[in-house]
């Protein structure tokens, strides 16, 4: 199975800047083919939203809240995908969550998606 494992989070002055990274194992290109690698967040009292996915073939898309600001890179050898926040504002307040959707060669057929445990931002004077 694939594994998500997060970083980056923490406490950030609004204006200020921070990046997110997720790494993942276990995606051997023999087995396992990611398709899509997404951040989304959750702030408190509010419901989970996609902030911007980049897909295999390098496409990226963004919120309409986050674009200019939040960039979206994959860090191929840290096999890895990369949040870029500049200019956060109190609204960046949330969890962040990296996931990714996976195709097993067996079974190409069939999209499933693995979750990080997510990474808390605090954006806040």
């Known amino acids: 199975q694939v594994q998500l494992v997060e970083s980056g989070g923490g406490l950030v002055q609004p204006g200020g800047s921070l990046r997110l990274s997720c790494a993942a194992s276990?995606?051997?290109?023999?087995?396992?083919?990611?398709?899509?690698w997404r951040w989304s967040r959750q702030a408190p009292g509010k419901q989970r939203e996609l902030v911007a996915v980049?897909?295999?073939?390098?496409?990226?898309n963004y919120a309409d809240s986050v674009k200019g600001r939040f960039t979206i890179s994959r860090n191929y050898r840290k096999n890895a995908v990369d949040l870029q926040m500049n200019s956060l504002t109190s609204d960046g307040t949330a969890v962040y969550y990296c996931?990714?959707?996976?195709?097993?060669?067996?079974?190409?057929?069939?999209?499933?998606?693995?979750w990080g445990q997510g990474t808390p931002v605090n954006v806040s004077s």
């Open positions: 276990g995606n051997d290109p023999k087995d396992l083919t990611i398709t899509h």
């Open positions: 996931n990714v959707d996976v195709r097993t060669a067996a079974t190409p057929w069939i999209t499933e998606a693995a």
């Open positions: 980049i897909e295999s073939v390098g496409l990226t």
